[in-house]
């Protein structure tokens, strides 16, 4: 079992900069952002594969969000800059194992942190 709390979420202008935290009771080999927007499937937006450290972006993000952790508060991060309205969502952290490209891989699931951009 992972227990996974976000925090960070909030309202921005369009440009602006956001920082989610993932406090999670533990890593696993699958560590990751997803989102979903009102009407729009969750994406996965930051995947990173804590074994080998390989990132993967949706491409939506890529150059502008980045992931990160730390290892000695079990501390996943996402960086957020030059924010647009498009990435107005729910943000999840979530934990898995196996595949980290599949969105079935990942177990357990944070309560999100709501993300507003406005133009």
């Known amino acids: 079992q992972v227990q996974l709390v976000e925090s960070g979420g909030g309202s921005v202008q369009a440009g602006g900069s956001l920082r989610l935290s993932c406090a999670a009771s533990?890593?696993?080999?699958?560590m990751g952002w997803f989102r979903q927007a009102p009407g729009r499937e969750r994406e996965g937006v930051a995947l990173i594969n804590t074994i080998s450290d390989s990132t993967h972006y949706a491409d939506s993000v890529k150059g502008r969000f980045t992931v990160s952790r730390d290892n000695t508060n079990n501390t996943l991060y996402l960086q957020m800059y030059s924010l647009k309205p498009d990435d107005s969502a729910m943000y999840y952290c979530?934990?898995?194992?196996?595949?980290?490209?599949?969105?079935?891989?990942?177990?357990?699931w944070g309560q999100g942190a709501q993300v507003i951009v406005s133009s």
């Open positions: 533990r890593f696993t080999s699958c």
């Open positions: 979530a934990a898995g194992s196996l595949s980290c490209e599949l969105t079935s891989s990942f177990l357990w």
